[in-house]
């Protein structure tokens, strides 16, 4: 008995089920491949420039793309660009919190992406933290402190105090 095959199973010949499930596996897989990305040509809008210019530094990575695709989707999610002044505004007191709290140019500088990221931590008052002035409790550096703080000058102190007491006292009332 010989087996007659048809001329279409010659040319394609019975998928099995495994075979069957490949193939729609490759078109799935063929559907998640990435789309390349375009090149960025580097040029960025002035007025960001002029806000990255602004921005304080940071060690580690601060990705200026990133930045910029954040800066875009909050202008494009505000109404006549009214957070661009906001986010210039932020990032000037962001700014000045960093310089007077000692975080410019340290990793716990915020990335800008972050900055500029839906939680608008550009809308934040970033007010510069106070510590009050401690008069120091060694009798020994009142002197040095006194001086310090411009209360007078080295070697003339007030010939009126009489002891520690009065001097921490009068240095007290000066500040």
């Not at 007025?47 to 989707?73: H, M, Q, T």
Request: proline share 7%; glycine share 6%.
């Amino acid at each position: 008995m010989v087996n007659k095959m048809k001329a279409s199973e010659l040319i394609h010949p019975q998928q099995t089920q495994l075979d069957r499930i490949e193939a729609k596996l490759d078109k799935l897989l063929e559907k998640k491949k990435p789309k390349p990305r375009k090149a960025h040509c580097g040029v960025y809008p002035p007025k960001f420039e002029d806000v990255w210019l602004l921005y304080p530094k940071r060690i580690g990575s601060n990705p200026k793309r990133k930045a910029l695709s954040a800066w875009k989707r909050r202008l494009w999610d505000s109404v006549m660009n009214e957070d661009m002044d906001s986010m210039f505004g932020g990032v000037k007191r962001y700014s000045e919190f960093c310089d007077a709290t000692g975080k410019t140019g340290t990793e716990y500088v915020m990335q800008a992406a972050t900055f500029f990221g839906p939680d608008k931590h550009y809308e934040n008052d970033w007010d510069i933290p106070t510590q009050p002035i401690t008069v120091p409790r060694d009798d020994n550096q009142l002197a040095a402190f006194a001086v310090k703080h411009g209360l007078h000058k080295h070697g003339e102190a007030p010939q009126s105090i009489r002891n520690n007491y009065e001097y921490r006292r009068w240095i007290e009332e000066k500040l």
